[in-house]
T-cell receptor, first 113, second 113 residues
Framework: AQSVAQPEDQVNVAEGNPLTVKCTYSVSGNPYLFWYVQYPNRGLQFLLKYITGDNLVKGSYGFEAEFNKSQTSFHLKKPSALVSDSALYFC???????????FGGGTRLMVKP | DAGVIQSPRHEVTEMGQEVTLRCKPI?????LFWYRQTMMRGLELLIYFNNNVPIDDSGMPEDRFSAKMPNASFSTLKIQPSEPRDSAVYFC???????????FGPGTRLTVL
């Protein structure tokens, strides 16, 4: 079985400050990890993924994520938040050889001016 | 490319009626996924296809739900008869190959009265 936990329902940050959205996962074998973002009344948009290689992955819109195997975490980060980053963020995991993505419950990011 | 196309974008129907949701995946993508999103249960995978063949339908909640993919460019998700608890946003996603990210459609918001 595979699972994803996003421990924070909401993260509040001031514009210009760094942000972190937390994600921990559980999967047997090598994980394939993703972050997606959802804006109101829209579908999910891909931000970044980790398969193998460098533990720090860079993605769209200045976001990055750090894979930590020992802590089974894949936290999403951005050095300087924008108001337009306010949205719902989902972490997802699958086994590298599998096809079924398991999503976390989502974290709402609120960036205030 | 226009991305994943879903229709209708909104559907309001009465309990007991048949509902058909439609999806056109991105051309060349050989995997297609149907998800349901609710506040209570988050994002749930209902079924997925590979090369038009249903591979795993273990997420389909009941026999009232059925999905087909008659060709590489079209899939349907049908609910018959519909019930108020089926109210949700239904997403279709497609993916090119085994080791890539999924691309989501804009979703269909279904309301069953």
């Amino acid at each position: 079985a595979q699972s994803v936990a996003q421990p924070e329902d909401q993260v509040n940050v001031a514009e210009g400050n760094p942000l972190t959205v937390k994600c921990t996962y559980s999967v047997s074998g090598n994980p394939y990890l993703f972050w997606y973002v959802q804006y109101p009344n829209r579908g999910l948009q891909f931000l970044l993924k980790y398969i193998t290689g460098d533990n720090l992955v860079k993605g769209s819109y200045g976001f990055e994520a750090e894979f930590n195997k020992s802590q089974t975490s894949f936290h999403l980060k951005k050095p300087s938040a924008l108001v337009s980053d306010s949205a719902l963020y989902f972490c997802a995991v699958r086994h590298l050889a599998g096809n079924m993505l398991t999503f976390g419950g989502g974290t709402r990011l609120m960036v205030k001016p | 490319d226009a991305g994943v196309i879903q229709s209708p974008r909104h559907e309001v129907t009465e309990m007991g009626q048949e509902v058909t949701l439609r999806c056109k995946p991105i051309s060349g993508h050989d995997y297609l996924f149907w998800y349901r999103q609710t506040m209570m249960r988050g994002l749930e995978l209902l079924i997925y296809f590979n090369n038009n063949v249903p591979i795993d339908d273990s997420g389909m909640p009941e026999d009232r739900f059925s999905a087909k993919m008659p060709n590489a460019s079209f899939s349907t998700l049908k609910i018959q008869p519909s019930e108020p608890r089926d109210s949700a946003v239904y997403f279709c996603a497609s993916r090119p190959g085994q080791y890539n990210e999924q691309f989501f459609g804009p979703g269909t918001r279904l309301t069953v009265l």
